[in-house]
């Protein structure tokens, strides 16, 4: 796909809190008409490190400002290793967000882990997004990514040949991180969502994120490159210090009334 012309929205806050309480405060809009349209909302959510702030404070003070039952939670990666096991995505989720927001157990979708083969996990979080979503590729209301120094996000990491795949929408991967055998979705996935959040923070990610927004990074060397919905849209949550390699005229935003 021809990035050329490709803007992604940059949104830039004073430091990681300012940056999770303006996407906080996005999401609480996004979904403050499911109260009354009785819609629903599905997430896919990032692990790592960076959102558990996030998702600590969408826990806290929206706990009685969200309509949680209208909203459905899933992964758009994961460690192939237990959900109890300290390095996966969905401890990390339900310690910050699950166990302490009163999210109805039926909308909270973890990556199976439990398989013996990691491919037969995948299928089957391929099977069940196939359940939530009609047509051929799943359309996510929100896709919050994270995004690693080297330019990985989700589990898609550089020269993976699941960059390569475009018919499947979940995949076992072999990565050079640790644990590094994971699921994740595939690129294709990302780029047919409506919306696609990136939430970078902290100076060690200043120089891939201007590599990233730079518009001419390949996606095989940098994967976050070649995330561009085609009907959807790109933001880039960052804090001045991830944003510190942008050019000196990057509009910043400013901070939102925090709740
Ligand atoms: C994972 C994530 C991954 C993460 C980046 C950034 O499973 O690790 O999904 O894509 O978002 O590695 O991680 P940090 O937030 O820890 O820098």
């Known amino acids: 796909m021809d990035r050329t012309n490709f803007r992604a929205e940059v949104r830039i806050f004073p430091d990681a809190e300012a940056t999770c309480a303006a996407l906080a405060a996005a999401l609480a809009e996004l979904a403050a008409p499911c109260l009354t349209s009785g819609s629903r909302l599905c997430l896919a959510l990032s692990g790592g490190t960076t959102p ?20 459905h939670f899933f992964f758009g990666d994961d460690r192939f290793v237990p959900h109890e096991d300290t390095t996966s995505n969905y401890r990390m989720a339900r310690e910050a967000l699950f166990d302490a927001a009163p999210i109805p157990q039926g909308n909270i979708h973890p990556m199976p882990t439990f398989f013996q083969d990691p491919a037969a996990g995948a299928a089957e979080y391929e099977a069940t ?45 072999e990565t050079p991180a640790t644990p590094s055998r994971r699921l994740t979705v595939t690129l294709p ?39 561009c919905p085609e009907h959807g849209e790109l933001v880039f949550w960052l804090d001045e210090a991830a944003a510190a390699a942008l050019p000196e005229n990057q509009p910043r935003s400013s901070a939102p009334a925090t709740p």
């Not at 558990?52 to 909203?71: K, T």
């Not at 896709?143 to 795949?165: C, K, N």
């Not at 780029?191 to 100076?203: D, I, K, Q």
Request: aromatic content about 10%; some cysteine; charged content about 20%.
């Open 189 to 227: 996935v990302l780029n047919h969502a409506a919306r696609v959040w990136f939430l970078v923070t902290g100076s060690d990610k200043a120089e891939i994120v201007a590599r990233v927004l730079g518009g001419d990074a390949d996606p095989e060397e940098c994967p976050a490159a070649g995330v």
């Open 129 to 173: 997004l196939r359940e939530h979503f009609h047509g051929p590729w799943p359309r996510f209301d929100v896709m919050l990514q994270g995004l690693g120094t080297e330019g990985h996000t989700a589990s898609l990491f550089p020269h993976s040949p699941a960059l390569r795949q475009h018919d499947r929408w979940v995949l076992a991967v």
């Open 52 to 71: 558990r702030r996030l998702y600590q404070r969408l826990a806290g003070a929206y706990h009685d400002r969200l309509p949680w039952n209208r909203l």
